[in-house]
């Protein structure tokens, strides 16, 4: 083996060949020949990839590794660490995009030759980016030669790559495998929620063309501004800076002026004279070292002095001194900072003197830590000439009102990271801001007017008064202050809820199933799932991977019995994800429950969700609804299921069916097939029983429902 070569683990091998690291483990324990650990742990032990490579190919389990596992898997075995190696990655990446026609000079030369070259071609592009070398915290610097000479082979296959998919997919691609790697090292911004945060600073009187984010993390913030003229970021990590430094050069063409600096923003602020249009910002919660005794006398506590326990407001003051006078800022903060009592004379200041015009509710799941819904805090910084706002926006997304009219997707509970519906999150919040931020523009003296539509939304939206909020408490949780959406439909929302409650419950009376005894449980010649795949009776196919814009069936609404919910991310290399077609039976591998799905017109062509397993049987030999009636038997799930300290997860191919005929089988499918509109019936019976209850009790305790 050479020396150096990269090393992969066994969920590397997984990846490289498409199987689970239990196929792995198995390989090692069945074939001696497999190639024997170089590093790692006991528990986690790596081996050299060429050896890997060629045993894989002996065994007829991998033609030819993909170009994209390749760079990965040198990045990640990389010496230095991924991290370095990712950095020495950006960097010949943005060469590449700026000098195309010297990269192939570059390369011509001896690992040696092509370092030395290239750390001298890097540094100028980084000074002509980032500004000069020696600027007190810039945040990328030009590595040695001595440093990139055991990076030249991740370069040149990077470089590869690149030719084909893209420089900045290259880039994103490897930067995205390095924090699904990492999840616990870093605070990840979703991108539905930066394009949120984004299109709030972008609806202004004025478009935000500097745009700052004081604790930049990953740069999503800032990768989310459409066409910005200068972005400034700041991260206290260096590595994570270098990183997003290098992200939004890729991203942003030469006419927009970068400065990415790494210092403590709060303590060593690196832009202490600079007033931008907006500041994006998602920063730490609940830290209490962030300067709190060093800071007592900093002039950007304007709004008062925040206690060692309000680091948000902290940032909030420190987002309001960065802005010119009309300037947005829109910070991510936890829902406790609306209310806790030692911040109210801050937010107090903040609401007489019309800077924080908006606080905004998010779902649970829209950002980590994804149990809790965030919230959004919208700031204008106040200028001469403009009167005080007199009403504060709020806005809840956290519990969207639902339609009693609409079918069952509709009435499925909302919210959890995988099942946000950004789409209605951004349109429920853009509409709201929009409108009472036209109403008050210059000219109007910061009024909304009379039943304007920011405050026509019971449960959702309102413009609330200033001088209701400024009490002991001065509480701004929006939940304290609109009205719930159950109660405002009216008794006549609960009669339509109550009508569609009696005709479920009708149905769910002539679906009742009827069971009809044999004389004695029935013998059957049994096959596996696994055999019938071997046959070509059906295809199996794994969900998780893939981008575009459709729509994702996930596992919640597998389990659920609901309209596809998730959504495939949008940037990164291309991939074909898998779309579900009419009479594939889908089934979740996690959680040991017996639940088997098949694919209606409805629900055709969304993408399949990760931990889903799809089934697609031949129609000429298997029926559908047979093989997922089938799949759903208590004890065929067991003995086809394994189980770990934390999960229990199903081996599909072990699942067991009957050798039928295919008329015997459609018998048995029409029969399965009322069982699952049965359990649809009581479904939706329980959804709209519990919809009636609450709107009773809401109806009853507001007065708009008689006891009598």
Not at 474 to 483: G, I, K, M, S, T
Not at 632 to 645: D, F
Request: glycine residues 10%; proline residues 10%; charged residues 20%.
């Amino acid at each position: 083996m050479p020396e150096n070569s990269t090393e992969v683990t066994a969920a590397g091998i997984a990846r490289l060949a498409g199987v689970g690291r239990a196929a792995v483990s198995n390989w090692r324990r069945r074939h001696a020949d497999f190639p024997k650990p170089v590093g790692g742990t006991e528990t986690s032990p790596s081996f050299a990839l060429p050896e890997v490579e060629q045993w894989l190919r002996d065994q007829g389990k991998l033609a030819e590794v993909p170009l994209r596992e390749r760079v990965w898997q040198q990045l990640a075995g990389h010496p230095a660490g991924a991290v370095p190696a990712l950095v020495h990655t950006g960097c010949a990446l943005l060469l590449l995009r700026t000098s195309p026609k010297a990269w192939p000079e570059i390369t011509a030369a001896s690992d040696e030759g092509m370092a030395g070259v290239l750390s001298l071609a890097v540094d100028k592009v980084l000074t002509t980016r980032f500004g000069p070398a020696v600027e007190a915290g810039r945040a990328v610097h030009a590595p040695s030669p001595a440093e990139l000479l055991p990076s030249v082979p991740l370069l040149r296959a990077a470089a590869e790559l690149a030719a084909g998919t893209g420089v900045q997919e290259t880039f994103e691609f490897l930067l995205g495998r390095q924090l699904d790697a990492n999840p616990r090292q870093y605070t990840l911004t979703p991108p539905g929620l930066a394009e949120l945060m984004a299109a709030l600073v972008e609806t202004g009187e004025r478009p935000a063309r500097t745009v700052l984010d004081p604790a930049a993390g990953t740069g999503a913030l800032l990768r989310a501004v459409g066409r910005p003229a200068a972005l400034y970021a700041q991260e206290t990590d260096p590595d994570l800076a270098a990183l997003t430094a290098l992200r939004l050069a890729l991203h942003t063409d030469t006419g927009c002026a970068l400065a990415a600096r790494t210092a403590d923003t709060l303590r060593a602020d690196a832009f202490p004279q600079l007033a931008a249009d907006a500041v994006l910002c998602h920063p730490p919660f609940n830290e209490r070292n962030w300067g709190h005794d060093e800071l007592a006398y900093d002039p950007r506590w304007e709004y008062g002095f925040p206690a060692r326990t309000e680091s948000e407001l902290a940032w909030v003051q420190h987002a309001l001194a960065h802005l010119r006078e009309g300037g947005t800022a829109v910070l991510l903060m936890p829902p406790a900072a609306a209310s806790r009592r030692s911040g109210r004379r801050i937010r107090a200041d903040l609401l007489r003197r019309g800077a924080l015009r908006a606080v905004i509710a998010l779902p649970a799941g829209a950002a980590p830590p994804y149990g809790i819904p965030l919230h959004l805090w919208v700031l204008r910084k106040p200028g001469s000439g403009r009167h005080p706002s007199p009403e504060l926006l709020l806005v809840d997304t956290a519990e969207p009102a639902e339609s009693p009219a609409a079918g069952p997707a509709a009435t499925a509970p909302a919210g959890g990271r995988d099942r946000l519906d950004w789409q209605a999150v951004h349109g429920a919040v853009l509409d709201a801001w929009q409108c009472f931020d036209d109403a008050g523009s210059p000219g109007r003296e910061g009024r909304t007017e009379p039943g304007h539509p920011a405050s026509a939304r019971p449960g959702v939206s309102r413009a609330v008064p200033v001088i209701e909020l400024l009490d002991d408490d001065v509480d701004l949780a929006p939940a304290r202050h609109l009205p719930p959406p159950a109660a405002a439909g009216g008794p006549a929302e609960l009669i339509r809820v109550r009508e569609r409650l009696t005709e479920t419950l009708g149905l769910t009376d002539t679906l009742t199933p009827v069971a009809v005894l044999p004389f004695e449980p029935a013998h059957w010649p049994l096959t596996t799932v696994g055999e019938l795949a071997r046959a070509g009776a059906l295809q199996l196919r794994t969900g998780g991977s893939g981008t575009g814009p459709g729509p994702v069936l996930t596992e919640h609404d597998v389990l659920g019995s609901t309209a596809p919910s998730g959504s495939l991310p949008v940037d990164g290399p291309a991939e074909e994800p898998v779309l579900v077609e009419p009479g594939d039976v889908v089934v979740p591998v996690l959680g040991g429950g017996s639940v088997a799905r098949v694919v209606d017109d409805a629900t055709a062509g969304a993408a399949l969700g990760r931990n889903l397993q799809l089934l697609r049987p031949d129609p000429a030999a298997l029926d559908p609804w047979f093989l997922a009636g089938f799949l759903r038997g208590t004890a065929n799930n067991r003995q086809a299921s394994s189980y770990a300290s934390t999960a229990t997860r199903l081996d599909a191919r072990r699942l067991q069916l009957p050798r039928l005929p295919l008329a015997e089988q459609q018998r048995y499918g029409q029969r399965f097939r009322a069982l699952a509109e049965f359990e649809d019936a009581l479904r939706l019976t329980g959804r709209l029983g519990g919809q009636l209850v609450q709107g009773m009790y809401d109806g009853l305790t507001d007065g708009t429902v008689a006891p009598e």
